[in-house]
């Protein structure tokens, strides 16, 4: 079964500053992965995923994520924080071959500080 | 386009009765989910359904009942709704099955179960 660990349940950054949220994940055969946002009182909407292509994937806003097998990470970075990314972003994997629905991690909080 | 609706938006709702959350697309898009948000732990799937017809549970499936009569219409039943199963609610959707599918979200609904 696949998995994903988003260390930090919180983390916050001052405006300006590089944002950088970890996720390690686990599967048995090579993974797709996603981070999805949330912004307050709303649903998901997808920033970014990896389907095998290349390692580094560009996605909406200015994040952006490295695949890094030999690490099992997903971590997602933005180098300048604004004050409107503060939100609720959640890593997902899933995996080709039995359910192909992804598993989401628990979600970490980014707080932006003035 | 309106893509997910969802209703209703909130809802409290007496300990012992029964509840249907309702959600429509479209987007014409073939496969459905349903999930709730609770707090520390992210999102888990109760069920899904890859086409019009078929279902199928998630990883907490237990007091829930869905149906998909067509494309567009995936209503969640709640038979006697308990306290535990208060949270929030998203539905979403997927163009296709297949584990690189991007999923959509509708806003949530907010249901507390007294």
């Known amino acids: 079964a696949q998995s994903v660990t988003q260390l930090g349940s919180h983390v916050s950054v001052s405006e300006g500053a590089l944002v950088l949220l970890r996720c390690n994940y686990s599967s048995s055969v090579p993974p797709y992965l996603f981070w999805y946002v949330q912004y307050p009182n709303q649903g998901l909407q997808l920033l970014l995923k990896?389907?095998?292509?290349?390692?580094l994937v560009k996605g909406i806003n200015g994040f952006e994520a490295e695949f890094k097998k030999s690490e099992t990470s997903f971590h997602l970075t933005k180098p300048s924080a604004h004050m409107s990314d503060a939100a609720e972003y959640f890593c997902a994997v899933s995996k080709s071959g039995g359910s192909y629905i992804p598993t989401f991690g628990r979600g970490t909080s980014l707080i932006v500080h003035p | 386009i309106a893509g997910i609706t969802q209703a209703p938006t909130s809802q409290i709702l007496a300990a012992g009765r029964r509840m249907t959350l309702r959600c429509t697309q479209d987007?014409?898009?073939?496969?459905m989910y349903w999930y709730r948000q609770d707090l520390g732990l992210g999102l888990r799937l109760i069920h899904y359904s890859n086409t019009a017809g078929t279902t199928g549970k998630g990883e907490v499936p237990d007091g829930y009942s869905v149906s998909r009569a067509n494309t567009d219409d995936f209503p969640l039943t709640l038979a006697s709704a308990v306290p535990s199963q208060t949270s929030v609610y998203f539905c979403?959707?997927?163009?296709?099955?297949?584990?690189?599918?991007?999923?959509?979200f509708g806003p949530g609904t907010r249901l507390l179960v007294l």
């Open positions: 990896y389907t095998s292509a290349a390692t």
């Open positions: 979403a959707s997927s163009l296709r099955t297949g584990p690189q599918e991007t999923q959509y």
């Open positions: 987007m014409r898009h073939n496969a």
